[in-house]
Structures are given as C-alpha cells and as structure tokens.
C-alpha cells in the first residue's frame, strides 16, 4: 500500500473486553513497530517484528498484551481484559529492514478509549 | 540501555525567531538518529535520517546535525506552520526503535 494503515482509527471499549488492533505495513516492509502513546506523552516502545519474528517482547507492559505478524505483512496488537490505564493512541510502524535502521514510517493510530 | 533526553519540554518562539532542540542519547552501536514531527492527532511525519558524527541534513527552514553524544534541530526563521512536536529516536544494536519525550513547539505569529 502507499503508506502505514490502522484500523480502527477509533475504538471504544468496556472495561474487562478484549480488543484487537490492526497494522498493515508499506508493502515490502520487514521491520514493523508498535507503540503507545498516553496523552501529552512521548512514544513508549511495545514490540517490533524483523519479517513475524518478534525478538525482543520486553516492552509490552503486562501479559494481557499479545502481538503477531503472519505474512511479513498484517500485524495484531490484541490487549485481554482491558483496563482504564489502557485509554491512549496506539501507533504502528514500518521500515525497510531492522539491521539496516531506514527510516520508519507511521500510521495515523488507533486511539483506544477503556470506559 | 538506549536512552533519549530532548530539551526543552515547550518552546514558544516569535515568527522569525531562529532557535535549537536538543536531543542528547547514549545507544550501544548508533545504527540511526531520526527526527520526526507529529501534529496533534496524527502520526509522526518523518524528516530526517543521521548515521554519523559530523553529519548535517536539511530541509527547508530545518537542519539537524549529529554528534558523538547529541543532536539537534536548528530551526531558522520560524513560521506558524512549523508549530509541532518534534520528536528524536534512535536506533542501536538492540534493533529497537526509542524515542524522546518530544519537544512541543508554538510558534507565534
């Protein structure tokens, strides 16, 4: 595709519910970025994927978080029971390749509300 | 662990008012620095890509030049458009992308 895409742009939930949150990256892309930003805060690093590895999971802030990659392509950021601290701007990435560090490009977010 | 500090937090300028961002890092094996812009609502917007000390890139009314420890973002003459948050990130060994708190910028006609 031309650019980064997220879906929902908007979502809100009950407290306790499960969401799921979708990435398709630029095409071609094998490196793909998620974090989360509270509002009036800076970008906190979740996970990212080198192809539907994902090396390093440290970032995610509690088992209720989950992501996946399958095809080198779409990625879900799914969050279990969810809770208040939960509400912020989800944003996904995507760049050429990890090692190399091209330039990473975003998606327009999805902002989670947890009521 | 890959750390970025950018300062300051706000910074209110007058249109024409030339001024610079820090951002300061400690990364194990710099394989990047970027900056991005993000308007409210929206994702970052990419701008620049530096890989070495000594290295300069600019665009427009921007110029960010990379040292061993820091970086910054000269901005020369501002306008109102070029009212953001500016954010540094960079990339190490670890392949993670980490970013800095931002620096929020008005810039007032």
Known sequence: GAGVSQSPSNKVTEKGKDVELRCDPISGHTALYWYRQRLGQGLEFLIYFQGNSAPDKSGLPSDRFSAERTGESVSTLTIQRTQQEDSAVYLCASSLEVLVNTEAFFGQGTRLTVV | ?109
């Open chain 2, 1 to 109: 662990e890959d750390q970025v500090t950018q300062s300051p937090e706000a910074l209110r300028l007058q249109e024409g008012e030339s001024s610079s961002l820090n951002c300061s890092y400690t990364v194990s094996g710099l394989r990047g620095l970027f900056w991005y812009r993000q308007d409210p609502g929206k994702g970052p917007e990419f701008l620049f890509t530096l890989y070495s000390a000594g290295e300069e890139k600019e665009k427009e009314r921007l110029k960010a030049t990379l040292t061993k420890k820091e970086s910054f973002l000269h901005i020369t003459a501002p306008k109102p458009e070029d009212s953001a948050t500016y954010l540094c990130a960079l990339s190490g060994n670890t392949g993670k992308l980490i970013f800095g708190q931002g620096t929020t910028l008005q810039v007032k006609p």
